[in-house]
């Protein structure tokens, strides 16, 4: 029984966090399409497929560029979501450094996973916003 209410807390955050992205992904449609690019290359990535970042990490960074010159919706102009916007626009730009210099897919994911977390904390903090 106590393993089926931690089910159900968990689920009900898990869908509490679902609608509120999607709410955020409404109202900025720029975070939006960097998911979508993110999404597609970090889950392969995580699987050893390493061929989507390769292929998409300058429309990735393009991407982020367009996060931070976007049209951010004022509930989100926070300094602490700027600031994380801006992160996700130099990490991206580093990811990219790293994917045309060669490097190894260890070095990439390591660079992946940490721009996805970037991410992820920008949507959490749209999230807490509200």
């Known amino acids: 029984m106590k393993h089926l209410k931690t089910v159900a807390v968990l689920s009900l955050i898990f869908a509490a966090n679902t609608i509120s992205a999607q709410s955020t992904f409404e109202k900025w449609p720029a975070i939006k399409e960097f998911h979508e690019i993110m999404s597609q290359t970090f889950h392969p990535a995580e699987e050893g497929d390493f061929a989507p970042i390769k292929a998409r990490s300058k429309e990735m960074m393009k991407k982020a560029t367009k996060v931070v010159n976007s049209d951010i919706p004022t509930e989100f102009k926070t300094e602490a979501i ?9 990490k991206s730009a580093a990811l990219h450094k790293l994917v045309t210099s060669g490097a190894k897919n260890e070095v990439i994911f390591k660079s992946l996973n940490d721009l996805h977390d970037t991410f992820h904390e920008i949507v959490g903090l749209c999230s807490e916003e509200k």
């Open 82 to 90: 700027l600031a994380s916007a801006g992160k996700l626009e130099s």
